[in-house]
């Protein structure tokens, strides 16, 4: 199959190199020095279990380089959505498949609105990944899987070809016909972890390690859930026991992106995260404070890196 990574990071770049590294055809956007030096030394992976390089033939800053393609991997933050979607048309046919791979609740929806051809799948990631240089990504242990669907939860044989061929890269991967669930799952996990990292500093493992800090992770994550519940999102009772079951596995030794991008400068995925859940919150009169706190304490910083952006030239990713 022919695959589209839009936004080469820890997510696009880690699947989309397995992808390649497993003989599939598949074209990288990325920009900036990342872009550079994946264009001279190709995209590097590198973790406990596997290094490997993919060559840089196929590496671009612009859509239209790639073509038609049978699935895109849009992976670009929350807050470009809109921007790469716009840029989308050179690569779909009516029959290819985008699927978000991002953080937040409505990504699919704004990219629906936006695409005049395809169709546009759920998705989500579970990996602890990212750009540790440019033209590398690092991924660490923990749990590392793909989760993808139809919105109408209408399985095809396209989408089980999707399915194989991420199989046989290697990589983990569950087709979903219930996937407002599985987006859900992955958002209350990253309400409670995301915004609780930025803000301490903490790894998860030191959140984890301290009582304090673990019940307010799990505080967070029932106020998502409070919400999830009162749009009758149908889930396990015991979803964040079962979450913090699978975090004891693992050493848990990194931070969220939404750190990362705190303390490197960079615009954050506030507003997708816990600027959501204050909103739907309002909506519904659910009170949510502690993501009210957070989101807070933390939107000066994203205004102000957002600020520091746009006065520098802007690229974009087609």
Known sequence: MKFLVL??????????????????????????????????RGLKVRSAQESFTVAPQKITGSVKDAGTVDVVLFCVKSYDTENAAQQLAPALGKDTVVISLQNGIDNENKIRQIIKTGTVYGGVAYIYSTITAPGEITRYEGPTKIVFGPLDNTLTDQSRRMLETFTKAGISADLSSAIQQ???????????????????????????????????????????????RAKHIALDANLIDTFFETLSKFKNDTRSSLYYDLANGKPMEIEAIAGAVVKMGEELHIATPIQKTIYASLIPYHRKHVANATGTKQERLG
Not at 22 to 36: C, N, P, S, Y
Not at 212 to 217: C, D, F, G, P, Q
């Open 182 to 228: 599985e987006l859900w799952k992955k958002f209350i996990f990253i309400s409670g972890a995301a915004g609780v990292t930025a803000l301490t500093r903490l790894t998860l493992g030191e959140l984890l390690a301290h009582p304090e800090t673990r019940k307010l992770s799990r505080d967070i994550m029932e106020e998502t859930l409070a919400i999830a």
């Open 7 to 40: 936004g080469a990071g820890g997510i696009g770049g880690y699947f989309g190199a397995k992808l390649a590294n497993a003989g599939e055809d598949v074209w990288f956007i990325a920009r900036g020095k990342h872009l550079e030096t994946m264009k001279l």
